[in-house]
């Protein structure tokens, strides 16, 4: 037998079939979908590669299998090289996602090794033989192996610390062959230190339980369907997820619910943990050590594990016998990949629930635009839930407009209306969040006389200011320089630290309530592994008065005692250079609003813009999707973006500028003659935005129509003949459908 073998080469790009021979060793283990180890041309060491085909013959003098490593199943080797035609990447990266965690090394053979634990048992000799006891002279021994007699299973530390002896006396007693170490293999569960607090089935409003019906009939009929469930924060949708989830695992079937990574907080897992207990449930999220992911992984492959929550590629969890994918905050952009391979985990979860024959549940308070108009095409089920489920108010907005406030000579942070609500809740004590929307927008440093701004070398983006270092540092490479007196280009002192970041928002506060206790989250902040808990907890459990933060402060969390949110500033994220500027700045302050008010007390959100007037942020103050999407879909419309049509940003990258201008200039051409005629209008190519990072050199192609399949084919047959033939071999190029990220 031969199989068809892709090679996970170093060698970029590769996406050719080679042909192996089976071994009769290994004749009944290989199959579609195995990852193997072949010798491949004159390396020294084997190459990983996966079966993709078997056949009978070959025409080819071939080589042999070396060795078997895993399996997957052929509907996931499918599933990878559909992806790779859709997403223009190599199938064997979209492979590596499909694989368990950690089983991969640079060195081929090294493995994450199971994590193995000594424990303590007493030996049979002493087991037969209690009396044995009595030879012992030491009070400390005598104390030990009575209490390893009550105690077996315990490792060292524990005993030294529950037992009170140190490790000569434990070590002592292993000499005598009285007791002995065993050697056991343990989980890495994430969920170990969790305990479970009861968290019991609710009874469904009447909204919910219309939109757990409709679901339910499609998981009774097995078939596939698509959901959108459109309700405000706070109406019910989790609990509607949990019901859905429960009716599935009676069915002895599995789920995977998608949650953004920063959504994944330990609040909700413990409504899980309460409802189903953690033995059914794994977790599987960046912040997780390899180890952990491993573990995780091999949790649900042995089918000990029912329930996935976790980030964008949980999407890919081994579950078999799945029977519903939930993707909760649909909207949110880490859905899709940013670097190959650039995956929309919304549209793999669609793929495999069609394949499944079950449905998939999207979810939002402020569903993405597409998917909204997908839902008014009919193309999705729209399920709405438009109360509160518990009954409390959505809080009220109020706009400040800031080009008045600084009319009337007010220069600092805090409009008088907010200065006053904050004051008025520190009397109450009552607690608040201070959102920043940084995005874009950070203290750089600039020159008032010759409007020079401090750059980084590698990067040319501005460098932004840490007090907390007092250094000026590159977000993207992480370069940092002192800070300067004079301005390196014209001499002048007049230089100025411009814009508001978290950490000086806060020096703010200090200054004017100085009795307030305060608590900033932020990417400085948020580090270490569980930072991001500790901050909320310590917000939440010490009572402090004032929350500070970025995009982090937005999701998901449940602070029943917050009664004000401030928005400092948001027009940040509507001067992005995005297509979906309007619609994340409506999102953004929309997920904010949320945060006030969720239980018995009122909430009160001030939004602080120099565009009060501007759509997204007049219907956020009424918290009105629906007015936001009529005017936003209408403009889209007009201007040919999605979804009425596709963007296709063609990137390259590298050191040498003049290769990327002839290379983008070949691949241009190259489109134009080919993918022109099927309607896609193709741009010349520029310098991106941001045009250097990490001292490579950006360009890109934009190109706008609709890409359909036979695009896809094109697009793909484009790329290859650049792969073989010798042009532009310094240069990277990639190709993004719709990215998050326009810069
Ligand atoms: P969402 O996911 O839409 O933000 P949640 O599911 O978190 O909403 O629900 C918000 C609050 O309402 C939670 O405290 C939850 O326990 C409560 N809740 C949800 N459904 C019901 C219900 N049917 N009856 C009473 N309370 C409910
Ligand atoms: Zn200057
Ligand atoms: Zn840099």
């Known amino acids: 037998m031969i199989a068809e073998v892709i090679i996970d080469s170093r ?3 590769l996406n050719r079939k080679f042909d192996y021979k089976i071994p009769d060793n290994l004749k009944d283990l290989i199959d579609v979908g195995s990852r193997v180890l072949v010798p491949f041309a004159n390396f020294k060491t084997l190459e990983q590669g996966y079966v993709i085909k078997i056949k009978e013959k070959t025409e080819f003098e071939v080589k042999e299998i070396a060795g078997l490593d895993e399996n997957l199943s052929q509907s996931r080797i499918e599933l990878a090289r559909w992806m790779a035609r859709k997403y223009f990447c190599n199938v064997s990266e979209c492979i590596k996602l499909m694989l368990t965690p950690g089983t991969r090394n640079k060195e081929i053979g090294k493995r994450i090794q199971d994590k193995k634990v000594n424990f303590i048992y007493l030996t049979d000799k002493f087991r037969e033989n209690p009396n044995l006891v009595e030879l012992l002279r030491g009070e400390k021994q005598k104390k030990t192996i009575e209490f390893i ?34 050697e056991q293999k343990v989980d890495r569960n994430p969920l170990a230190l969790k305990r479970k607090e009861e968290n019991e089935k609710l009874k469904l409003t009447d909204e919910q339980q219309l939109a757990y019906n409709k679901i339910t009939k499609a998981i009774e009929d097995k078939r596939f369907e698509e959901f959108l469930i459109y309700g405000v924060t706070g109406s019910g949708k989790t609990e509607v997820y949990m019901q859905l989830i429960e009716e599935v695992i009676n069915k002895e079937k599995g789920a995977i619910l998608l949650v953004p990574e920063i959504s994944l907080t330990p609040q909700m897992l413990d409504r899980f943990i309460g409802r189903f207990g953690k033995e059914k449930l794994a977790v599987l ?10 573990d995780e992984w091999i949790k649900i492959k042995e089918n000990r594990a029912k329930i996935v929550i976790g980030a964008r590629s949980a999407i890919f969890a081994p579950l078999e016998n799945l029977g519903i994918i939930i993707i909760d905050e649909e909207h949110d952009n880490s859905y899709k990949s940013e670097s190959n391979p650039r995956y929309n985990a919304k549209e793999i979860a669609e793929r495999i629930c069609k394949e499944d024959n079950i449905p998939l549940v999207l979810g939002s308070a402020t569903p993405d635009i597409s998917s909204f108009y997908r839902a008014k095409q009919k193309d999705i089920t729209l399920l709405k839930l438009t109360k509160r489920a518990n009954n409390s108010n959505l809080p009220k907005v109020e706009v400040v407009d800031l080009k008045k406030e600084l009319a009337s000579g007010n220069k600092s942070m805090f409009s008088q209306a907010l200065y006053e609500s904050i004051k008025e809740n520190l009397k109450n004590k009552n607690q608040t969040i201070l959102f920043l929307n940084r995005r874009g927008y950070s203290t750089f440093v600039i020159c008032r006389e010759c409007g020079y701004t401090m750059k980084c070398p590698n990067c040319n983006i501005s460098l932004t200011y840490h007090s907390f270092k007092n250094k000026l540092k590159c977000h993207y490479c992480g370069h940092e320089e002192n800070i300067v007196n004079k301005c390196p280009s014209c001499g002048s002192d007049k230089i100025r630290y411009f814009g508001t970041g978290t950490q000086k928002l806060e020096q703010e506060i200090k200054k004017i309530f100085p009795k307030a206790s305060t608590i900033r989250m932020d990417v400085d902040t948020v580090t270490k592994k569980n930072s991001h808990e500790e901050i909320l907890n310590k917000f939440k459990n010490e009572n402090i008065d004032i929350l500070i933060g970025t995009q982090m402060v937005v999701k998901g969390h449940h602070f029943p005692k917050v009664t004000l949110v401030g928005v400092i500033s948001a027009d940040s994220s509507l001067n992005i250079d995005d297509f979906r500027a309007n619609e994340k700045t409506f999102q953004i302050l929309t997920q904010v609003a949320g945060r006030a008010g969720r239980e018995n007390l009122p909430g009160k959100v001030i939004i602080q813009t120099y565009n009060p007037d501007s759509f997204p942020i007049e219907f956020s103050k009424e918290q009105n999707y629906d007015l936001f999407y009529k005017t936003e879909i209408e403009l889209r419309k007009q201007l040919k973006y999605p979804p009425f049509c596709d963007i296709i940003v063609i990137g390259f990258s590298g050191e040498d500028q003049n290769e990327i201008i002839k290379f983008s200039t070949l691949v241009h051409n190259m489109l ?33 129509g609709n890409v359909t399949e036979e695009v896809t084919i094109v697009i793909n047959k484009c790329l290859q003949n650049l792969y073989d033939s010798a042009i532009g071999k310094k240069t990277n190029i990639s190709v993004d459908i719709n990215p998050n990220n326009m810069v």
């Open 672 to 704: 134009k003659t080919n993918i022109e005629k099927y309607g896609i209008n193709v741009f010349m190519p520029m310098p991106a935005p941001i045009d250097r990072i990490k001292n490579k050199y950006r360009w890109r192609i934009i190109a706008k």
């Open 11 to 13: 060698a970029k790009k």
């Open 285 to 294: 999220h960046s912040k997780l050590s390899i180890g952990e992911r491993h």
């Open 149 to 182: 007699s009550k105690n077996e299973g315990f490792t060292m530390p524990e005993i030294m610390e529950l037992a009170d002896v140190s490790r000569e006396t434990i070590n002592s007693l292993i000499k005598k062959d009285f007791i002995k170490i065993e």
